[in-house]
């Protein structure tokens, strides 16, 4: 809520075990808070120098790929220049602020055991085995398939835990005054009234087609608009049950087999409702069968001698199935009853049972010609599990001792497939119709995390039942469009930019008239073009939260405007500009406050909390020493957009 504030809200620096809470949220290592194992050591350019540490534009580079590909795979269309522009900057700063939090830590004393970085590791569920618990192999295995050492992810660990303990006193504990809560829910509350004027693009008319030379100085202003994301072409081999369903049919025999040996299922049986009491004495176990006998029904004799309905109920058991939860011969006396008949005590190692059969159902066999596609459709199931474990471990070791892909599918009969060269989103530039096969798309993320160098790994497409050897075949840099092939493009963004510059120039001198004294409507009707009616609105800031963060931007700038201003706020879609004017604001009263005075405190405490986090990383830059090399930073954004390339 205190981005309606905020022109443009900070990002605050992340520094809290974001390595374990991408595990957790994904079962995926993400890598994404460098420790100082990650980021020490000269690895081509240094992006900053922090106290004694050095980031490698190397390393950034793989952290901001990463991180790319993660995002595609939530934004199907996401390229790299988009996510350039919007990111880049951030993490960047993310890693030296959390980098020097960290080298602070070092420098005061504070460390982290290996006991602690051992029960952050097992409390990440992604470790955990079929049982719950944390898995050594299970660890090993998923840090091996991101290319991650254990000593890697115990120094990110580490580094996490340090960081904790340098932010938690600063932070945990943090409270704001009562006045500071009820100011703030006062301007939630604040009404504000205000008009809207919209001057569209659309009506500025076609203007002067642009030149050679407009095209291209635009092109070359906005290259990263017109550059090719990077794309890669990705070799794997399907590993699953269609590669070992034909080692994996079972023979006539072991069907067979099955048949003969599971008579509780295939032959001709019996199940009987089954209702019990089992007593410490024969005594009592005769007094209880004389009750019975006497008139009282089952159930109330049981209850009288305190049991409860969910005691005595057993249930529709075969014979077999009864002997295994009382003892054969308990067995055998209920299985001679006759329907509603109540048996003598008989003796077990649990005491003395009293035995009552409700209905009998009798079950014809099951012939075997019926059962056997049944039997035959499990073994085969079964089977297939078995070799395609085999052949998973066998296509790890031999990648472990250091076997290419191409060989590995060779010596297992696999086939390879090399897809076009694709996006990070599954997009093929050069072939707009493209559909990617269904099992390439959970390959696109590890496929895109690896570096162009890195050995192949086997990637899960749908866990238990289909893997893929996974590895880059090719990497096609990002590259701008050459500009014949995007100059159609190019003149339509430029007919575009030039309709929205004289819709803005409409707008901005619509704004001055406003602020000279004039109504708005009265400047829009004396605008050059005939411009939609303004629209009066109200509102309260309250009313944005609702909008869960989709605020419109006219909204926005009518909270942001002092009252009496006028905003220009461009369209997001880029049909116009927007003119907003604050005609008032009416203070809420303090029985308006009260109710939002509670759920206002939560809010800003967050954002507190944000602001002091944001205010120690910066501290910490300080204290160690951070120096940023901007060379260095530009030429990697420029690298990411394919911007090298410019002039040749």
Do not use: C
Not at 340 to 353: A, E
Not at 556 to 574: H, K, M, S, W
Not at 590 to 605: K, Y
């Amino acid at each position: 809520m205190l981005s309606v504030f905020r022109k443009s809200p900070k990002l605050v620096v992340i520094i809290f075990a974001l390595v374990a809470l991408a595990f957790i949220a994904t079962g995926v290592f993400t890598h994404e808070m460098p420790g100082t194992g990650s980021f020490t050591g000269g690895n081509g350019t240094t992006i900053a120098k922090v106290g004694s540490e050095t980031i490698s534009a190397t390393d950034m580079e793989q952290r901001i790929r990463n991180q790319y590909a993660q995002s595609a795979q939530q934004q199907p269309g996401l390229d790299m220049a988009t996510f350039v522009s919007q990111a880049y900057d951030v993490i960047v700063e993310q890693t030296i602020g959390a980098t020097a939090l960290e080298a602070f830590g070092h420098s005061i004393g504070l460390v982290a055991s290996k006991k602690q970085i051992d029960g952050s590791i097992a409390a990440i569920p992604a470790f955990h085995g079929p049982d719950g618990n944390f898995s050594q192999q299970v660890y090993l295995a998923a840090i091996a398939q991101q290319h991650i050492g254990d000593a890697q992810v115990r120094s990110d660990l580490g580094g996490d835990l340090i960081r904790r303990m340098i932010y938690l006193p600063a932070t945990g504990a943090l409270t704001l005054p009562d006045g500071v809560i009820k100011a703030y829910a006062g301007l939630l509350m604040e009404q504000r009234a205000g008009s809207i004027g919209f001057v569209p693009v659309a009506l500025t008319g076609g203007g002067t087609p642009p030149s050679d030379a407009d095209i291209a100085t635009f092109y070359k202003a906005h290259l990263p608009v017109y550059t090719t994301p990077e794309r890669r072409v990705l070799r794997y081999a399907l590993i699953g049950r269609d590669q070992v369903a034909a080692g994996a049919i079972p023979t006539e025999a072991e069907i067979r087999k099955v048949y003969d040996t599971t008579p509780d299922k295939y032959a001709a049986r019996e199940t009987r409702d089954i209702t019990q009491v089992v007593l410490p004495s024969e005594a009592a176990a005769k007094a209880f069968k004389a009750t019975v006998t006497g008139g009282k029904s089952f159930a109330d004799a049981a209850k009288a001698a305190g049991f409860g309905a969910a005691d005595i109920a057993i249930g529709d058991k075969s014979q077999a199935q009864y002997a295994a939860q009382s003892s054969p011969a308990v067995a055998a006396a209920a299985f001679a009853l006759p329907q509603g008949g109540v048996s003598d005590p008989i003796k077990s190692d649990f005491g003395w049972h009293v035995v009552k059969i409700g209905g009998i159902t009798r079950i014809a066999a099951t012939p075997y010609a019926t059962a056997r596609p049944q039997i035959a459709g499990d073994l085969a199931k079964a089977k297939q599990d078995t070799a395609l474990a085999a052949l998973l471990a066998k296509v790890q070791d031999a990648l472990a001792s250091g076997q290419g892909l191409a060989d590995v599918a060779k010596a297992n009969g696999l086939s390879t497939v090399d897809t076009p060269a694709i996006t990070a989103g599954g997009i093929v530039p050069d072939q707009p119709g493209y559909k990617a096969a269904p099992e390439l798309q959970p390959l696109l993320q590890p496929g895109f995390k690896a570096m162009p160098d890195d050995p192949a790994t086997v990637q899960p497409i749908q866990p238990g039942e289909r893997y893929a050897m996974l590895a880059v075949a090719r990497v096609v840099p990002a590259a701008p469009i050459p500009l014949a092939q995007a100059k159609p493009r190019v003149v339509a963004d430029v007919t575009a930019f030039r309709a929205s510059e004289r819709a803005k120039a409409i707008a901005t001198a619509i704004v001055a008239k406003v602020k000279g004294g004039t109504a708005m409507d009265a400047a829009f009707k004396a605008a050059p073009v005939k411009l939609p009616d303004i629209h009066m609105t109200t509102g309260r800031r309250m009313d944005l939260a609702k909008l869960q963060g989709q605020v419109p931007p006219p909204l926005a700038a009518l909270f942001r405007a002092p009252i009496g201003g006028t905003q220009l706020v461009p369209a997001g879609n880029g049909s116009g500009w927007y003119i907003v004017h604050v005609d008032k604001a009416t203070p809420a009263t303090d029985a308006e406050v009260a109710p939002a005075v509670a759920g206002s405190r939560g809010d800003l405490v967050q954002s507190a909390n944000d602001e002091y986090l944001e205010q120690l990383a910066d501290a910490a830059k300080l204290a160690v020493g951070a120096r940023r090399d901007e060379t260095a930073i530009v030429t990697l954004r420029a690298k990411l957009l394919g911007a090298t390339l410019v002039g040749q």
